[in-house]
């Protein structure tokens, strides 16, 4: 059996409102994620091309105002999102999402997690 690096498994996830979701993980470090940031990072065969990796999604097209109508999990390793637009084939590894959080420690802006 396989077991996740801390910090990569959720111990908490709550949609916050219609626009956003937050993610509490395992060593509490908190991602805070609006759902069209979300819906631009989608990976699925219809928004990056499955062979190249070519993005066929234009982000700037996803609506400012897009919100998620559920969120469900996949498995116990992703959450699947019913977005507003009416997209709702991609699949968000816990990994994929960490590794996207937007918040200023993980991008790098400041040194560690505290």
């Known amino acids: 059996m396989q077991t996740r690096s801390a910090g990569r498994t959720p111990t908490a996830i709550k949609k916050e409102g219609n626009r956003s979701l937050s993610i509490t993980w395992d060593d509490r470090h908190v991602s805070r994620y609006s759902f069209r940031y979300l ?3 989608c ?41 507003s637009d009416n997209h709702d084939s991609g699949i968000y590894h816990f990994d994929h999402l960490r590794a996207i959080c937007p918040c200023a420690i993980c991008e790098g802006k400041e040194a560690s997690h505290e």
């Not at 990796?53 to 699947?80: F, M, N």
């Open 39 to 41: 819906r631009q990072r």
């Open 43 to 83: 990976a699925c065969a219809a928004c990056i091309e499955e062979w190249t990796g070519r993005p066929l999604l234009d982000i700037d097209q996803v609506p400012l105002d897009l919100s998620a109508s559920r969120v469900l999990p996949v498995g116990r390793y992703a959450l699947g999102f019913s977005f």
